[in-house]
T-cell receptor, first 113, second 112 residues
Framework: NAGVTQTPKFRVLKTGQSMTLLCAQD?????MYWYRQDPGMGLRLIHY???????AKGEVPDGYNVSRLKKQNFLLGLESAAPSQTSVYFC????????????FGPGTRLTVL | DAKTTQPNSMESNEEEPVHLPCNHS???????IHWYRQLPSQGPEYVIH???SNVNNRMASLAIAEDRKSSTLILHRATLRDAAVYYC?????????????FGTGTRLQVTL
């Protein structure tokens, strides 16, 4: 039982490049989330999903897109990366009907030059 | 979401108890109190949560004031592995998807 995994762990992009971050969970959770954490700050929600095929905007969605084609996977895309998107990205999941305890992945450290 | 206030940092000696306070004077009757912690270079980790009564689990205890305007996370015997940033978070409507509002938390340092 791996819990929540994220791919890749590190990535360096040039301004304008695109990339996709993959989050996978093996706990059969309905809900999945993408957060970003900037240095010295708390996490901020980018997008989330309440089930396969559904997504919703969070607190800071601009510049990002997401997809949830399979229940266990949640993809975060950056179409045209900007230096302001340099951050650590965390994925989380939680199950329907519980106290919404969120289980987090180890994070992806992204640097945009 | 109702706001929480925590000290920026605290220090503890190893093997001693640690009491991490959190003020939430605007808490509503349906807000659950959640605690998460984030170890260095890792994602946040759930610690404990409660509504009105004190709660215990294998990681910690949560003491909730009678008026629910404050709570305290208790680590009974701090170890070096407990050095982390601890976040106190209020959540309404459990069982629905919504964001966790992370503030800056309390950075706990544990020394020998």
């Amino acid at each position: 039982n791996a819990g929540v995994t994220q791919t890749p762990k590190f990535r360096v992009l040039k301004t304008g490049q695109s990339m996709t971050l993959l989050c996978a969970q093996d706990m059969n959770h309905e809900y999945m989330y993408w957060y970003r954490q900037d240095p010295g700050m708390g996490l901020r929600l980018i997008h989330y999903s309440v089930g396969e095929g559904t997504t919703a905007k969070g607190e800071v969605p601009d510049g990002y897109n997401v997809s949830r084609l399979k229940k266990q996977n949640f993809l975060l895309g950056l179409e045209s990366a900007a230096p302001s998107q340099t951050s650590v990205y965390f994925c989380a999941s939680s199950y329907l009907g519980g106290p919404d305890t969120q289980y987090f992945g180890p994070g992806t450290r992204l640097t945009v030059l | 979401d109702a706001k929480t206030t925590q000290p920026n940092s605290m220090e503890s000696n190893e093997e001693e108890p640690v009491h991490l306070p959190c003020n939430h004077s605007t808490i509503s009757g349906t807000d659950y109190i959640h605690w998460y912690r984030q170890l260095p270079s890792q994602g946040p980790e759930y610690v404990i949560h409660g509504l009105t009564s004190n709660v215990n689990n294998r990681m910690a205890s949560l003491a909730i004031a009678e008026d629910r305007k404050s709570s305290t996370l208790i680590l009974h015997r701090a170890t070096l592995r407990d050095a982390a940033v601890y976040y106190c978070i209020l959540r309404d409507v459990p069982g629905t998807a919504s964001k966790l509002t992370f503030g800056t938390g309390t950075r706990l340092q544990v020394t020998l």
